[in-house]
């Protein structure tokens, strides 16, 4: 690398192009577990998030999908800057935020906002709807009372809320309405980006359809960019242009919806798309599956080499539990990290008879 | 003789808001090795209807009316002593929350053979062999490492497999399942599923599941409950409840639901969300939800009347046939069209 060619922070320039919004470089967190109260040592560290990379680009929607506890949620807070990530970069509309000063990332928090998972915990339950949904704007000074009133009342109607309601407390709604105050609180700053964390994961059914059906029609009304995790497949097939799937803080495969459903390449894809019920009970009891046994392995101690290998049913000795699989490439913007790669999908039966006796359901 | 026949079941619980009609006249039956699967959004009064057969609800507040027979004899109106000998031995029932039936503060192989002792003239060893079996056959690696160990030494999926096992003791004629998977990932939801069903075929016991995903239905459910506002608005075989559906509810779960063999833009919509059952609403239930609503619908509660060719396929709707054939056939068209 020649000397000179580094940014502010001594790390190599990343190549960006013009419609990349953000930008995810081999992003870490490593929680510390640490032991003794006075003297606190500490004695192991959590790899929760552990070299993830992506590239979002403008006015498209990456969904994140994993298992509970495959760091979902750090890579968001890391992204959000409400955690600090051990290293790695994150870089929003060209600049590397990942080092900025409070005072200087203040501008930028009003371009990135998040949605959470629940709904009531994540709003104030003593505060009024109309002071919950203003309270992005105040923090940003943005208007004159009368302003914030206003635009308040037109967050409420365009997010399906009656701008009567302002006045209300947020127990007086249903699950459903309040995930649409958090929509709406959200929007207030007009952001670019909003990263959505598990945000109908709680709802039913018929009301995650109207969540869904409402951040579509706002995506395209206001040209907004979504990283969109949930652990639901149909979910995130639905709503995304692009799926990243995730296991132990690990990106295992990355490719646009349509490819990634139809033609996976990583056994542990593979494995969750078998696993999801289907709708519908002549397709969904004669498929195979690919079932996998025992449970994610503790972050704290990861497996050794691929990190997937110890439930994985093309495992090979000697290959996978040495050797950490790199990204490797299939064909346009489709990334797996597996040395034996799935060769078509659904797995013929010669392919299903080779795998263990066990992991065939 | 169905082995499980609920037949009007009503349970009204007294609050300080006046009477939540929790369950407002479900029948429905089981037979002897099947599954049936009880449907229905959040509210809609699945786990009371469970914990009602189970006789789980606190006497004092709760009013409860109807049948719900088991092997000719009325659960309803049993003795406590009858009650609690079918409990747990002939039906057994597991939760959600596996915690709600292991006790933390004992080792689950010392819970295991305590419950096969209290049903069961054993002694502790050929108890604990039992237990182990148990285990085994729940799926637990080295359960002869494992027995010895708290409920909380275990992860989610395995905490509900020594919930299982647990209920598998007595091997029950009935295991009540009340959102198994509901809390589990899915690879973990796949193998209890899969667990469920090994189990049933072996121990031919007959489930009844709830669930409120209707993937998980139409996977494991051999008759198929659709219950909103307290009430069963559609019940079948479960090809017929996913083929042929015949209620504008049933219609609107079904598209809601974003699935993996199909792709749409948009996801059908229900507006407005389900109603108090303090006060709901006259007429059908589902009317002011409905996009078919009629004048009828708002006065006339219709009853759960077979389909006119399908006596075995219930659904309660005040539209005729011909609509309700031409709506589901566009419906599930519009959905296989999509699939490919
Ligand atoms: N503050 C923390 N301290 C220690 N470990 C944590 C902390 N937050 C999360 N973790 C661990 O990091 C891993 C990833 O967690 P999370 O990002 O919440 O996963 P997900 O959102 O995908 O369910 C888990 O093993 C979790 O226990
Ligand atoms: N002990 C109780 N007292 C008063 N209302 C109750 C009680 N238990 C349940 N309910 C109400 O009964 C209705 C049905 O509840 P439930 O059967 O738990 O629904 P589901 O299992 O379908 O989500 C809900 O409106 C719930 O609030
Ligand atoms: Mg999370
Ligand atoms: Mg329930």
């Not at chain 2, 002897?32 to 786990?47: D, F, H, Q, R």
């Amino acid at each position: 690398m020649p000397f000179g060619r580094r940014d502010a922070n001594g790390q190599p320039p990343l190549e960006i192009r013009d419609d990349e919004l953000l930008v995810v470089d081999d992003l870490k967190k490593h929680f510390a577990v640490t032991r003794g109260i006075i003297f606190q040592k500490q004695i192991a560290a959590v790899k929760a998030l552990d070299g993830v990379s992506f590239r979002v680009r403008e006015g498209e929607t990456l969904g994140v999908v994993g298992e509970s506890g495959c760091g979902k949620s750090t890579m968001a807070r890391c992204i959000m800057r409400l955690l600090e990530p051990t290293s790695g970069r994150v870089v929003f509309r060209g600049r590397d935020i990942t080092k900025l000063s409070r005072a200087d990332m203040r501008p930028i928090r009003r371009e990135m906002m998040m949605i959470f998972q629940d709904p009531y915990a994540s709003l104030n339950s003593r505060k009024r709807v109309g002071f919950i949904v203003a309270e992005a704007l105040e923090v940003h000074r943005l208007g004159t009372e009368a302003e914030v009133k206003r635009r308040v009342q037109e967050l409420l109607e365009v997010v399906g809320l009656n701008p009567e309601h302002y006045n209300r407390f947020p127990h007086e709604f249903s699950g459903g309405q309040r995930q649409r105050i958090g929509v709406a609180r959200a929007l207030a700053v007009n952001p670019k980006l909003i990263v959505c964390d598990e945000p109908v994961s709680a709802l039913d059914v018929s009301v995650q359809a109207q969540i869904l059906n409402l951040l579509k029609d706002l995506q395209e009304d206001f040209g907004l960019t979504y990283v969109f995790i949930a652990h639901d497949l149909n979910v995130v097939r639905h709503i995304s242009d692009r799926v990243m799937v995730m296991y132990l803080g690990h990106a295992v495969e990355l490719a646009d919806r349509f490819t990634l459903y139809e033609a996976p390449k990583h056994p542990y894809t593979g494995a969750l798309l078998s696993a999801v019920p289907i709708p519908d009970p002549t397709v969904g009891r004669n498929r195979k599956q690919i079932v996998l046994e025992g449970d994610v392995p503790n972050p704290i101690n990861p497996p050794s080499g691929c990190w997937f290998h110890p439930r994985c049913p093309r495992f090979r000795e000697g290959h996978c539990d040495v050797e950490e699989p790199p990204l490797y490439p299939f064909g346009d913007d489709h990334v797996a990290a597996c040395h034996y790669p799935l060769e078509r999908w659904p797995m013929s039966e010669e392919e299903m008879r080779m795998l263990p006796q066990s992991a065939v359901g | 003789m169905a082995l499980l026949e609920v037949t009007d079941l009503r349970t009204y619980f007294r609050t300080d808001d006046g009477i939540v009609k929790a369950v407002d006249g479900v029948s429905f039956s089981i037979e002897k090795g099947k599954t049936l699967g009880i449907v229905g959004e959040s509210g809609s009064g699945k786990s009371v209807t469970c914990l009602t057969i189970m006789g789980l609800n606190s006497k004092r507040t709760t009013i409860t009316s109807g049948e719900a027979l088991w092997k000719g004899k009325n659960l309803l109106t049993m003795g406590a002593r009858e009650f609690r000998d079918i409990r747990g031995s002939e039906i057994a029932m597991i939760f959600q929350d596996p915690m709600t039936s292991l006790n933390p503060v004992h080792k689950v192989g010392k819970q295991l053979t305590e419950a096969i002792q209290l049903h069961r003239d054993v002694t502790k060893s050929q108890a604990r062999a039992r237990a182990l079996e148990l285990l085994k056959a729940v799926g637990i690696p080295r359960p002869e490492r494992r027995i010895d160990d708290y409920p909380h030494q275990f992860s989610g999926g395995m905490r509900q497999r020594v919930m299982i096992a647990m209920a598998l003791v007595n091997n029950p004629d009935l295991l009540i399942a009340d959102e198994p998977t509901t809390a589990l990932d899915v690879t973990t939801q796949a193998q209890i599923l899969t667990l469920m069903q090994k189990l049933q075929e072996e121990f031919g016991s007959a489930i009844l599941v709830i669930t409120h995903d209707l993937g998980v239905v139409a996977e494991v459910a051999d008759e198929v409950v659709v219950m909103y506002a307290a009430q069963v608005v559609e019940k079948g075989p479960v090809e017929r409840i996913f083929k042929r559906p015949h209620m504008p509810y049933t219609w609107g779960l079904l598209g809601s639901l974003p699935r993996l063999d199909s792709v749409v833009d948009r996801l059908v919509q229900i507006p407005g969300s389900p109603p108090s059952l303090l006060n709901p609403p006259r007429g059908c239930r589902f009317h002011p939800r409905c996009p078919y609503v009629m004048d009828v619908c708002k006065a006339d509660d219709p009853a759960l009347l077979p389909v006119f060719d399908d006596s075995d396929h219930f659904a309660a709707c005040h539209l005729d046939h011909e609509t309700k054939d031409r709506e589901a056939a566009k419906l599930i068209a519009g959905m296989m069209a999509q699939a490919s």
